[in-house]
């Protein structure tokens, strides 16, 4: 995820090598665009997209702490970056410090509102901090957003499954399953959803044993 550059704020050849470094991203050549933005930043060490795109690409090759180490820079240069927020905002989920990571995602999303990947995050975020409501409505609000992301759709079927909500949670789960079936989490939460869901069930509808009758003495 890289901020909207206003197309006049860089020079065509920084346009156009910074479309070049999105698309090596997107290929999944992660290295190759790092090096590109890498190269960038030589000819114009203040340019934010560049950065924003190397801190990316770590994120994506679970290099933790050089992502960080960009997207701090990033919020250096600029403390608008929704990019720079919204990472180390993922950074702090993945190391579960929920507080610190809701702060961060706050501000990418007011910085950059509706944007379904952020929202999915801060949703995420939030249910940890224990608001569970509010977290699972701004999951929602993701959901709504983008359908068919399957990520979401884990998340928010956790969240259900953690809250006794059990044929919500397979209901979404199953969705998650259908778009990404080769996903270990989505596969494990799946099962559990459906065990939890199976269990529940036969609780509720076996009856209950009366206690046995004694005679009385008297």
């Not at 006049?8 to 190759?32: D, F, Q, V």
């Not at 690409?57 to 403390?79: C, G, I, M, T, W």
């Not at 929704?82 to 410090?97: A, P």
């Amino acid at each position: 995820m890289t901020s909207d550059q206003d197309e006049n704020m860089y020079p065509s050849h920084i346009m156009a090598a910074l479309e070049e470094i999105e698309t090596l991203k997107l290929n999944g050549e992660h290295e190759k665009s790092i090096d590109y933005a890498q190269k960038l930043l030589c000819d114009d060490p203040n340019c934010v997209a560049a950065l924003e795109e190397i801190a990316d690409n770590y994120v994506s090759l679970d290099q933790f702490d050089r992502a960080e180490k960009a997207a701090s820079h990033v919020l250096k240069l600029d403390k608008k970056s929704y990019t720079g927020h919204y990472i180390l905002g993922f950074l702090s989920s993945h190391q579960q410090d929920w507080v610190k990571a809701v702060s961060n995602l706050k501000r990418a999303n007011t910085l950059h509102p509706n944007n379904p990947e952020i929202l999915r995050c801060l949703g995420w975020a939030t249910f940890n901090t224990n608001k569970r409501s509010q977290g699972m409505v701004i999951l929602e609000r993701s959901l709504n957003l983008d359908s068919e992301n399957s990520l979401t759709l884990c998340d928010l079927g956790i969240c259900y499954l953690q809250t006794k909500q059990f044929d919500r949670a397979v209901e979404l789960l199953k969705q998650a399953m259908e778009i990404d079936p080769d996903n270990p989490r989505v596969q494990e939460c799946y099962r559990a959803a459906k065990g939890f869901s199976e269990r529940y069930s036969t609780l509720i509808n076996t009856p209950k044993k009366r206690a046995p009758q004694r005679k009385s003495f008297n």
